[in-house]
């Protein structure tokens, strides 16, 4: 069966750098996604990544391996504002987007 | 209309009703997406178009139906309801199945079945 596996809370404090890992085990794979998602609110993306190395994005950056089948998420000088839910998935060979349940993270003073 | 835009925003049903969640985009996005998401659990597919006039089966599509007779529209109807459907249902949409730009997701729409 096709798997994403992502921790399910973190927490860390406000300024600091955080990693959110996944891993997954899916029939192909076309890119994996990161998405955002505050309580109460829709997902919305984050960054994507189809080859192996670093994406940059300001204060995010997301990495990809394919042959480990692995990712994180790399968030820098945190801020209030990051504490949501964020969403790891993959694109498998049907061209359909599987998701992990998200890892909700905690920011703290 | 900017995006997507899902109706209503929350519902509580009485099981054994019909009801149908909306859907309409103004992006002219060729593919679109129902999901629902219930705690602990990752978005789950319901039914997708990939184009207007097509529609297929996502990982849990019992019990829910689809139409697509325009590029806009992609309402999802549950024929009668059972309180197992309780969950945040999200419409989502993109350029192009599989496109890299990612997903662009409505606001949900909250359903309680009593």
């Known amino acids: 069966g096709q798997n994403i596996d992502q921790p399910t809370e973190m927490t860390a404090t406000e300024g600091a750098i955080v990693q959110i890992n996944c891993t997954y085990q899916?029939?192909?794979?076309?890119?994996l996604f990161w998405y955002q998602q505050h309580a109460g609110e829709a997902p919305t993306f984050l960054s994507y990544?189809?080859l192996d190395g670093l994406e940059e994005k300001g204060r995010f950056s997301s990495f990809l391996s394919r042959s480990k089948g692995y990712s994180y998420l790399l968030l820098k000088e945190l801020q209030m504002k990051d504490s949501a839910s964020y969403l790891c998935?993959?694109?498998?060979?049907?061209?359909?987007?599987?998701w992990g349940a998200g890892t909700k993270l905690i920011i703290k003073p | 209309i900017a995006g997507i835009t899902q109706a209503p925003t929350s519902q509580i049903l009485a099981a054994g009703r019909r009801m149908t969640l909306r859907c309409t985009q103004d992006?002219?996005?060729?593919?679109m997406y129902w999901y629902r998401q219930d705690l602990g659990l990752g978005l789950r597919l319901i039914h997708y178009?990939?184009?207007?006039?097509?529609?297929g089966k996502g990982e849990v599509p019992d019990g829910y139906s689809v139409s697509r007779a325009n590029t806009d529209d992609f309402p999802l109807t549950l024929a009668s309801a059972v309180p197992s459907q309780t969950s945040v249902y999200f419409c989502?949409?993109?350029?192009?199945?599989?496109?890299?730009?990612?997903?662009?997701f409505g606001s949900g729409t909250r359903l309680t079945v009593v």
């Open positions: 992006m002219r996005h060729n593919a």
């Open positions: 990544n189809v």
């Open positions: 989502a949409s993109s350029t192009s199945p599989g496109q890299g730009a990612g997903y662009t």
């Open positions: 178009s990939n184009t207007a006039g097509t529609t």
């Open positions: 899916t029939s192909g794979f076309n890119g």
């Open positions: 998935a993959v694109l498998d060979s049907n061209y359909q987007l599987i």
